[in-house]
């Protein structure tokens, strides 16, 4: 049994295709897919048949079939985009890509074919604001979120409700929600087993817990705590952030002082308790947690490494295994369920 990841190496023009041990955690490379015009984020459809990646200069997105046996990767379709994606996730039914546009201030959705392929005309091209960062579906595949920074955004979070059936975005009641000053919301996670999501706040160094309304879809935030160690004033800034599949512990990197902040989450309340933070390479972007949630892949956007991590099932902590470059700015990874 192995896992597959994907990894966007952006500056060279490729996505790379590693094998890794679910025991060991040691990972084996594969293979390199070329796909021009700088590659960066990726999404794959909820039935691992397709993915999906981003080009954030020759502007547009290209499909891919997933052969789930080799985890080899066969380009079945691209489409231009108006303006470069920085997110990009499938609704929970595969249906449709979704996208965000950090330049632009813009998100969509883009229909997807029987075959996986993307439809280049969207249902939806919506303006937002500057400092759109990610968009997903709920759990229950009716409401979205789509968070934008702070500094060069507006510090807000937009709530929509979706159409399963047809793609449309609904603005909610209410349309947007502001998080506490200059916390400039980037990615966020749903809790596996509790209406709950978690936001990385890029410029507030922090994570912000959200209740989240199952009825009306809206949020509520009920706590917010630093990424960093106390004392610390040099620059940083948070990037991606994601939850342990037992829900049992949450991550989120710093870029800056290059670590990941852990957590652990209170089984009933999912109040976060910081755990500290693992150093690691140099401004980690991008980062996966295997499916069993044993591993942790960390990539170094500055020195194109990628450092493997041991994930303690009882404490949260990170042990370090290995480090290996991987090339020139690893921008995204996404690690796939197993294959006998």
């Given amino acids: 049994m192995t896992f597959h990841m994907y ?3 952006s ?23 070329a796909v021009r015009g700088r590659p960066a984020p990726l999404a794959v ?35 231009p985009l108006e303006s470069d994606p920085c997110y990009l996730a499938t ?6 890509l979704l996208s965000a546009y950090y330049s632009a201030g813009k998100v969509a959705v883009h229909p997807i074919g029987d075959d996986g392929a993307v439809s280049a005309q969207p249902v ?5 604001a500057t400092g759109a960062h ?49 916390a400039g919301p980037r990615h966020y996670c749903f809790h596996p087993s509790k209406d709950i999501l978690y936001f990385s706040n890029e410029q507030g160094c922090s994570v912000t ?7 009306a879809g809206t949020l509520s935030p009920f706590q917010t705590i630093s990424t960093l160690p106390e004392g610390y004033s040099d620059s940083n800034t948070c990037s991606q952030i994601q939850i342990a599949p037992s829900g049992k512990f949450l991550y989120a990197p710093n870029r800056g002082h290059n670590s990941i902040a852990m957590f652990a989450v209170d089984p009933a309340s999912g109040r976060l308790t910081a755990l500290g933070q693992q150093a690691t390479v140099g401004t980690p972007r991008a980062f996966g947690i295997d499916p069993a949630g044993r591993f942790m892949l960390v990539g170094g956007l500055d020195n194109g490494d990628l450092a493997t991590y041991r994930i303690d099932e009882g404490s949260g902590r990170l042990t370090h295994i290995a480090t290996q470059s991987v090339g020139d700015q690893p921008m995204w990874i996404h690690i796939t369920d197993p294959v006998d």
């Fill in 7 to 9: 990894v966007t190496i």
């Fill in 11 to 33: 500056d060279e023009d490729r996505v790379s295709i590693f094998t890794a041990d679910p025991d060991t955690g040691r990972i084996e490379h594969q293979e390199d897919v």
């Fill in 45 to 79: 459809d909820p039935n691992l048949r397709f993915l999906y990646v981003g080009r954030r200069d020759d502007i547009g997105v290209t499909s891919f079939q997933i052969d789930w046996r080799t985890g080899g990767l066969s380009p079945i379709g691209e489409i």
């Fill in 91 to 96: 609704d929970r039914k595969g249906r449709f």
């Fill in 124 to 128: 939806e091209w919506l303006d937002t």
């Fill in 134 to 182: 990610s968009m997903q579906t709920d759990p229950s595949n009716r409401f979205v979120f789509v968070p934008h920074i702070a500094d060069r955004g507006p510090n807000l979070i937009f709530q929509y409700k979706f159409d399963e059936s047809s793609g449309r975005l609904t603005p909610n009641t209410p349309p947007r929600l502001s998080p506490e000053a200059n």
């Fill in 209 to 215: 817990a959200y209740t989240l309304d199952t009825s």
